[in-house]
């Protein structure tokens, strides 16, 4: 399992003027954020104390001690702060079920064993997620277009939809 970063969540506005925060969760249970070692994009180890449903004090681990965010200008400071999580610290995924990060860098395999290349990136914008290959093919990640992902040996199955294929074969040309 890598140290690859996880978004967990983003700090928002001040709420109040104490130095507590507004916190946008990206998890099933946003209150699970305090029990991980969060660090944001600067590398900076953050703590979160929630005071309500959505608002936390915000402790800051730096090299010369912890700091609490104790006023509103200091609050600010941290608006649009994103909170990452070391993938290791997450507890294994169900079956048939994946961290997104986890595919990045699996073999995208055909259904008849071709090798169509590498998952560069995961996307999801609300919609529903897609997988990206690394020649820049954007594939549904449904079941029908990956029906089979094996982590241990690092690939998964990859039948990209028919149109995209015709797209990719109208661009090579006769």
């Known amino acids: 399992m890598s140290d690859r970063l996880i978004l967990m969540g983003m700090i928002g506005k001040p ?38 449903d959505g608002i936390a004090r915000v402790t800051l ?59 560069a990136a995961v996307h999801d914008y609300g919609a529903g997620a897609s997988i990206e290959l690394d020649d820049g093919r954007l594939i549904p990640f449904t079941r029908a277009s990956v029906p089979a992902i094996d982590l241990d040996a690092k690939r998964a199955t990859v039948v990209p939809p028919a149109e995209i294929e015709a797209e990719l074969e109208s661009k090579a040309g006769p």
């Open 15 to 52: 709420h109040g003027v104490r130095g507590a925060v507004h916190v946008h969760a990206y998890t099933e249970d946003p209150r699970a954020l305090a029990e991980l070692k969060l660090r944001d994009q600067r590398g900076r180890i953050m703590a979160l104390d929630w005071t309500g």
């Open 61 to 119: 681990h730096e090299a010369d001690g912890a700091h609490v965010v104790a006023d509103r200008d200091a609050a600010a400071l941290l608006a649009n702060t994103r909170l990452f999580v070391e993938r290791s610290q997450l507890p294994p995924a169900d079956e048939d079920e994946f961290y997104l990060v986890d595919l990045i860098g699996l073999a995208a395999i055909g259904e008849d064993g071709a090798t169509l290349g590498t998952i």
